[in-house]
DNA sequence: GGAATAGTGTCTTTTAGACATTATGTA
DNA sequence: TACATAATGTCTAAAAGACACTATTCC
């Protein structure tokens, strides 16, 4: 902040008309596939175009804190504690035709949920596979391709240096259902074994559980249970291989 | 964004006064030390402090075009093309004591500068060393210790899987001058041998002019220069030691 | 010459990646 | 039984890190 126009004697009328928005990105894996949330909306402008839920930040409340309300009260999602970070500020003079509207969007990762409903502000609200929108079969509402784009490149950087993978499986999981979550977010095969000993080579990811369980996703073997770990970044990094692997699962 | 609230008759007295800043994080090597640029406000509140440059958005500006252009207002610097990525925004309820302002912050490295000027809004304007901000030996005006805390780790982790540190060296330089920034921005001594055999063997990282000339910084033996080649990011990345080495140069 | 940096080369350890083989569960 | 996955182990190549030694330039 600078000087520049001090409202301390704050007149509305002089004061340009910013909307300040929070908007949500949720990803989680439906049915091995990674997945975004949409709402459908219900009034212009885009009406009837599918957006990511989202809302105004009221005047006392922090925007991360918008970003959650906005997510139970669109669809009816109730989710007790979750990890949500900030990804990005949008703010193109006309990103949106009413007004000038700047938008902060945040990034949940969540493990597999019950399906939405729609709530307050929007008509319906469901779960589109990531890559359906990338090929451009859907296009959402505003810049929120974009935001999505960034939400997703962020997910696919971050599960290589941190632990946030584990945030998209129910605990306790298998090494299997860990390598998965890498397989759909980066949309590659990994060696099954190459890394297993890579994720327990790595102090605080996984504590194993000492017992055997079913996987969340396939059959086979059943293998053994782990839970998250203390560790929050990793060392080394779980790289994305350098896309000269084969294309698709 | 949500239909919740949609201003399309717009009242301005009825639509809650937000402010939008846009404030910028100068990063550049001075001396051998990381160091930011601050500016003395002239004003309440915290007439006197040192803060990041800043200011407010123009309703029909961009936030990044904000930046530069406080940058300048504020610093005299006028400085062509550079590189210029948002951090994060800021938007605690209470972080300016006058109204809800939400601050994007901004993150510039630039190679080493000619002094600035005092501007507009700003009684002065200098760099200060990081090291001594994060010593406790500044304090700084609103939340931007925070903000300056976040761009030193942004800067800290983004010159190890981008060719971003290049952008605090001017062009042509040597390998001893860009291995001097790692060393000023992790605060670390990094072998000068394996050093220039990491980033030779970087494909795109830098592209040799097959001339000789001295380093930009310090005495000896002159080197080879070189200067910024195609690629952006860093494969494999040239990592932060896993802080076990001597704490300083 | 002395000091500081540039540059070359070698050796060891760690990690990544490919893959073979055996074990154990489900349909 | 057929099949899918888990788990263990081996081999090779790439990269990191430590360090010795020579070369060049400024003071």
Redesign the pocket.
Known sequence: MSDAVAPAGYDPSAYPPFAVTSDIVVLTIRGGELSVLLVERGNEPYAGCWALPGGFVDIDEPGEETARRELVEETGLEISSFHLEQLRTYSAPQRDPRMRVVSTAYLAFLPDLPAPVAGDDAARARFFAVRDIEAGEVTLAFDHDQILADAVERARSKIEYTTLAAAFVEKPF????L?RVYECVWGTRL????F???V??TPGFVRSLDV?G??Q????????LYETGDATVL?????R??AD?EDER
Chains 1, 2 share one sequence.
């Open positions: 298998t090494l299997g259902d390598r060696h099954p074994s190459n297993a000993r890579k327990l080579s055997r079913a996987s996703f396939e059959g086979g073997r059943v293998g053994a060392h080394p990094a779980i790289l291989p350098t692997e």
